[in-house]
Nanobody, 119 residues
Framework: QVQLVESGGGSVQSGGSLRLSCAASGSVVVIYKTSWYRQAPGKERELVATINTDDMTTFSGSVKGRFAISRDSAKSTVYLQMNNLKPEDTAVYYC?????????????WGRGTLVTVSS
């Protein structure tokens, strides 16, 4: 089994920056892609950014140009660099990995890290 642990959340003022980390541990597996999601109070979870094994990245329109996603394979860690943060970025941020499996690929979720942006 692979586990994901997010870290780096906290409280910042509008315009500030944070870098979130998603560290994978446990069984040796192949991860096809890793995504960051967020869920604000009273709202549904939404996709923020994705990076795949070819380092191709995608972003939601609300964060494009402000957020960057990267990975360090040697550390089994994916990062989400968040710049020019806005109060509407306040949410619990989760990472999700799509894990390769001979029978069926499956998703693994972390427990989340809270980001609070004040105006």
């Amino acid at each position: 089994q692979v586990q994901l642990v997010e870290s780096g959340g906290g409280s910042v003022q509008s315009g500030g920056s944070l870098r979130l980390s998603c560290a994978a541990s446990g069984s040796v597996v192949v991860i096809y892609k890793t995504s960051w999601y967020r869920q604000a109070p009273g709202k549904e979870r939404e996709l923020v950014a994705t990076i795949n094994t070819d380092d191709m990245t995608t972003f939601s329109g609300s964060v494009k140009g402000r957020f960057a996603i990267s990975r360090d394979s040697a550390k089994s860690t994916v990062y989400l660099q968040m710049n020019n943060l806005k109060p509407e970025d306040t949410a619990v941020y989760y990472c999700k990995a799509l894990v390769a499996n001979p029978n069926r690929n499956y998703d693994v979720w972390g427990r989340g890290t809270l980001v609070t942006v004040s105006s």
